[in-house]
C-alpha cells in the first residue's frame, strides 16, 4: 500500500505561483512513477504532468508546459508541482497519484494509477 498527501493549494491571483507537495508513505516510494491530475467542477479528472521514477523524464499536459514543472526528491518520498503563471483555468482540485506503469502513454491515464492521494483545492482569481 502507498499512501499519498498532498498539501500546498489555495488561493492566488491570476499571474501568481503555488507548488503543491506530494508526500508518500508505505511502499518504497522510487518504485512508482507519480502523477499530477486535476478536477474541475462538472469537468472530468485530467492530466497534468508526470514524472519517471528515476526522475530522468517528465511529461506535461499541452496546457501547461511552459508554466508547471513537476520535480521529485526520493530522499523525501515527495514529488512537487511548482505551478507559475496560473490563470483562472487552472483552478480545480489538484491530485498526486503513483503508478507502476512506464510507459509515457499509459501515464497519461488516470485508470492507470494506483493510488491517490486525496485531493488539494487550488483557485485561481481574475
Given at each position: 500500500?502507498?499512501?499519498?498527501?498532498?498539501?500546498?493549494?489555495?488561493?492566488?491571483?491570476?499571474?501568481?505561483?503555488l507548488?503543491?507537495?506530494?508526500?508518500?508513505?508505505?511502499?518504497?516510494?522510487?518504485?512508482?512513477?507519480?502523477?499530477?491530475?486535476?478536477?474541475?467542477?462538472?469537468?472530468e479528472?485530467?492530466?497534468?504532468?508526470?514524472?519517471?521514477?528515476?526522475?530522468?523524464?517528465?511529461?506535461?499536459?499541452?496546457?501547461?508546459?511552459?508554466?508547471?514543472?513537476?520535480?521529485?526528491?526520493?530522499?523525501?518520498?515527495?514529488?512537487y508541482?511548482?505551478?507559475?503563471?496560473?490563470?483562472?483555468?487552472?483552478?480545480?482540485a489538484?491530485?498526486?497519484?503513483?503508478?507502476?506503469?512506464?510507459?509515457?502513454?499509459?501515464?497519461?491515464?488516470?485508470?492507470?494509477?494506483?493510488?491517490w492521494?486525496?485531493?488539494?483545492?487550488?483557485?485561481?482569481?481574475?
Amino acid at each position: 500500500q502507498v499512501q499519498l498527501v498532498e498539501s500546498g493549494g489555495g488561493l492566488v491571483q491570476a499571474g501568481g505561483s503555488l507548488r503543491l507537495s506530494c508526500a508518500a508513505s508505505g511502499r518504497t516510494f522510487i518504485r512508482f512513477d507519480m502523477g499530477w491530475f486535476r478536477q474541475a467542477p462538472g469537468k472530468e479528472r485530467e492530466f497534468v504532468a508526470a514524472i519517471s521514477r528515476s526522475g530522468g523524464n517528465t511529461y506535461y499536459a499541452d496546457s501547461v508546459k511552459g508554466r508547471f514543472t513537476i520535480a521529485g526528491d526520493n530522499a523525501k518520498n515527495t514529488v512537487y508541482l511548482q505551478m507559475n503563471s496560473l490563470n483562472p483555468e487552472d483552478t480545480a482540485a489538484y491530485y498526486c497519484a503513483a503508478t507502476v506503469v512506464t510507459s509515457p502513454y499509459l501515464l497519461l491515464i488516470s485508470g492507470k494509477y494506483n493510488y491517490w492521494g486525496q485531493g488539494t483545492q487550488v483557485t485561481v482569481s481574475s
